[in-house]
């Protein structure tokens, strides 16, 4: 089964500084119909302008999954962590027992970025935080994070949940097959570019609520870079 999610119907907030889209419902947007998906909670394609972010706040028991599409995301939190997270590379915090944080454009230009939640598979884990660079070209989808027993050892980012986030980017007309774990399901979104999954198209920031299904086959209609969170039963 594949729900697709146009990208003008998601949700919206916006004030002088966040322009947000969300994917579930989030803050001031509800919609019964959206509250989640399995133990995905949270998908907001959030842009952030130059010298602006979110202040100092606090979290408990969530895995945290910030991908930077365009400019950098700069980190500060409660246990002394600092970092700044460009485009095409991913940061993971684990809220745990809790954690404060902040993050900031502190670029010249907007940050846009894929902020993710998961729910996690374990309690009162430490808090913790952690980023990587990941290379943008070829190969597929890549794992960046992950908290499945298949990708240990593939060098991504753990995460508390029966959860995997995947990405990659797809050349026009280039075909890619993806297996998808049993039982589970997914949800994907085109963060640039167009593509088609098992023949469902999709615009650029379009989602796709995906169940039932094996596996999966993109194919690029136009250049696209595409964003994958696996989901366990």
Request: glycine fraction near 14%; aromatic fraction near 8%.
């Amino acid at each position: 089964m594949l729900e697709r999610r146009p990208f003008a119907a998601l949700g919206q907030f916006r004030n002088d500084w966040l322009n947000a889209r969300h994917h579930f419902s989030f803050g001031e947007y509800h919609d019964p119909a959206r509250l989640g998906f399995g133990p995905l909670c949270v998908w907001n394609d959030d842009e952030i302008a130059p010298g602006r972010g979110f202040d100092p706040h606090p979290h408990r028991e969530m895995e945290i999954i910030t991908y930077v599409r365009e400019g950098a995301i700069s980190h500060r939190d409660s246990l002394g962590n600092e970092g700044r997270t460009a485009a095409g590379d991913v940061q993971v915090m684990h809220a745990g027992t809790g954690i404060v944080h902040a993050e900031y454009n502190r670029d010249a230009g907007p940050t846009r970025l894929f902020q993710i939640w998961v729910m996690p598979n374990r309690a009162r884990v430490a808090p913790g935080w952690g980023m990587r660079r990941f290379p943008r070209e070829g190969g597929g989808l890549q794992v960046l994070a992950s908290g499945r027993a298949v990708h240990e050892g593939a060098g991504a980012l753990p995460l508390y949940a029966d959860a995997a986030v995947l990405a990659g980017r797809l050349a026009a007309g280039e075909r890619v097959a993806h297996a998808l774990p049993a039982g589970g399901g997914a949800y994907l979104v085109a963060a640039s570019g167009t593509i088609a999954v098992n023949g469902t198209p999709l615009g650029t920031r379009d989602g796709l609520a995906i169940s039932g299904e094996d596996s999966i086959t993109l194919e690029a209609g136009e250049a696209a870079e595409i964003v994958l969170v696996e989901l366990g039963q």
